[in-house]
């Protein structure tokens, strides 16, 4: 069984993780971790955080000459922003007494925090509810991306929108009607990665950023859609057995997980509940003596299960709770109607967002691999993997008498 654990606060010494399940032999490097960890703190209209971090990740156990060991994997990512907050967020007796945050962000963890664990300051509720922990997540999600490489899997995302400013070309739109057996997930953010704001044509990036600057200008912040895809799965990750054996379900869970996202869309979703099922569902068809799909309107995914063509899902994430022009909140110390206090924040991160949709989606991914596939080495994990695939068309010819 594949899982992760993550602990730390978010301007506490740094961030741990440790992850269990993987097997022995996948190759794997801090350098490689480290290129996604980047890749989460780009995008215009982030905060001054990501000016004091520069995130790298270090091994701490379970690899031993650039390879899995099988055990258990520890990794590190040192906040570099402790050195300010040493006494602050000492885990001894302070030296000096400090104020008391009394004043919640609506929209943030703040006051459901520290009614849930009975807390006297809210500091102790924004530490671990902050993004920060992400950080984490994309280095887990790294080592996960890493292991379905192994098997052809990639995984990639985009910008859809960031307040409302849409491209005026809808590039989901080839990705849910041409079914291309030769498409690669990662080119998506190969293409996109290019951008400050991790969009597919430079008229968007140039209409999103001056949204950005007039939210920026006016002490606001933006939330927006993108899309994280997957490529190259076998057929029947998941299973249509039990509730929670539904690799959709799994995903949508994953990726609700993730801090300040509101929706989770597979394939298209919601449009297909205002179509009739003959435009909405995809036609089997024979390409080249495979059986596939005229398009993937269904994301990838039929009976909670992988078809083998693109997992495809869309993410909504709200605008940022911190604003520099605060709404109204009340005061906890004197419960009297005040305006919302401020904490360092980005102005927008669902360009961020989208990186760390990848990482938890290469998670889900590769969990409902080893979950059917398992094995205790890569080279087991493997030939499993290849003695199903090779042997999947043969099986349903046989059962079904040709």
């Not at 740094?14 to 290129?35: D, R, V």
């Amino acid at each position: 069984m594949l899982r992760f654990l993550t602990s730390g606060e978010s301007h506490g010494k740094g961030l741990t993780t440790i992850i269990e399940g993987f097997p022995s032999n996948l190759q794997i490097k801090e350098e490689y971790i480290s290129k996604h960890l980047a890749r989460r703190q780009m995008g215009y209209g982030r905060g001054g955080r990501m000016k004091i971090e520069t995130d790298r990740a270090e091994i701490l156990s379970g690899v031993r000459f650039q390879k899995t060991m099988g055990s258990p994997i520890a990794l590190f990512i040192k906040n570099s922003d402790w050195e300010n907050w040493t006494d602050e967020m000492a885990s001894g007796k302070p030296k000096v007494k400090h104020d008391k945050i009394t004043i919640p962000r609506p929209g943030h963890a703040d006051l459901v925090g520290v009614s849930k664990y009975d807390l006297d300051d809210i500091r102790n509720s924004i530490e671990r509810s902050s993004a920060r922990e992400t950080a984490a997540r994309v280095a887990v999600g790294s080592v996960a991306r890493r292991f379905l490489e192994e098997f052809g899997i990639t995984v990639g995302s985009f910008v859809e929108n960031i307040g409302g400013v849409y491209s005026k070309e809808n590039y989901s739109d080839k990705l849910f009607n041409e079914v291309d057996s030769k498409f690669d997930a990662w080119n998506l953010s190969v293409e996109s990665d290019k951008s400050s704001v991790r969009v597919m044509d430079d008229n968007h990036e140039e209409r999103i950023v001056k949204k950005i600057k007039i939210a920026k200008k006016n002490g606001d912040t933006l939330g927006g859609t993108f899309f994280v895809v997957a490529s190259g799965l076998p057929v029947g990750l998941g299973s249509f057995i039990q509730y929670d054996t539904k690799i959709s379900a799994a995903i949508a869970h994953d990726l609700m997980s993730i801090n300040a996202v509101k929706a989770v869309e597979i394939g298209k979703g919601f449009e297909t509940t205002n179509n009739s099922g003959s435009i909405s569902h995809d036609e089997i068809v024979i390409n080249d003596g495979i059986i596939s799909r005229k398009s993937n309107r269904a994301g990838g995914i039929e009976g909670g299960m992988t078809t083998g063509l693109p997992i495809i899902v869309r993410v909504g994430m709200k605008p940022i709770a911190t604003l520099m022009s605060p709404i109204g909140a009340i005061d906890l110390s004197t419960m009297e109607n005040v305006t919302s206090r401020r904490e360092r924040s980005d102005f927008t991160a669902v360009p961020a967002c989208a990186v760390i949709g990848e990482s938890m989606l290469a998670w889900t991914i590769a969990k409902a691999m080893i979950d059917k596939f398992g094995g205790d080495s890569m080279n087991e994990i493997m030939d499993n993997y290849k003695s199903y695939n090779s042997k999947l068309h043969k099986r349903l010819k046989k059962n079904f008498g040709k």
